[in-house]
């Protein structure tokens, strides 16, 4: 892990970083392993929009590197990491502060080591809902990330290998 990439730190830096701190957005949390976060966006008179609700924009910005980055908390320095793209469905008004709760399972990890171990790219996809304060859904938002390992850490994989980590993935 990088020596600065630890949960209180990063939550702290997000919450002090302009477009975050000016749209409104505050990490409440990170989990120590940084497979799980949660974001608020509150509610505020310069991100409402002409309709007195939140901002679509501010909405789809809670979204943005928080997947990318808890890969990069929990892989580490081995691997690429960036967003490449991102799709988000507004599904009524944000009229209320609005929540995110980010979750990367194992299942998911596996998926992803497997995928990358021989420096494959693998484009993983994760889907969060953002929610209202009385739990309803606001809008979904998919982002596609893409995953690599750096050639430094990437294992040397034959074509029987690759078959081996294909079954691999099958099962995770």
Not at 40 to 52: C, D, E, F, G, M
Request: charged share 25%.
């Amino acid at each position: 892990m990088y020596r600065f990439f630890r949960p209180p730190i990063v939550k702290f830096a997000l919450n002090m970083w302009p477009p975050f701190w000016g749209a409104g957005i505050r990490i409440v949390r990170i989990s120590e392993d940084f497979r799980q976060v949660r974001i608020q966006l509150k509610l505020k008179w310069w991100n409402k929009n002409a309709n007195r609700t939140q901002y679509g924009g501010s909405i789809f910005s809670l979204t943005d590197p928080v997947y990318a980055l808890m890969l990069i908390g929990i892989l580490g320095k081995e691997y690429f990491i960036w967003d490449k793209q991102a799709e988000i469905h507004y599904l009524k008004p944000g009229n209320t502060d609005l929540f995110a709760d980010f979750l990367i399972s194992e299942d998911q990890l596996g998926q992803i080591m497997a995928a990358t171990a021989c420096g494959d790219k693998y484009f993983p996809e994760f889907v969060v809902q953002v929610k209202n304060t009385q739990g309803e859904v606001v809008s979904q938002v998919k982002r596609v990330l893409y995953v690599r390992k750096k050639p430094q850490y990437r294992a040397t994989c034959e074509d029987g290998d690759k078959d081996t980590l294909e079954g691999a993935r099958a099962i995770t």
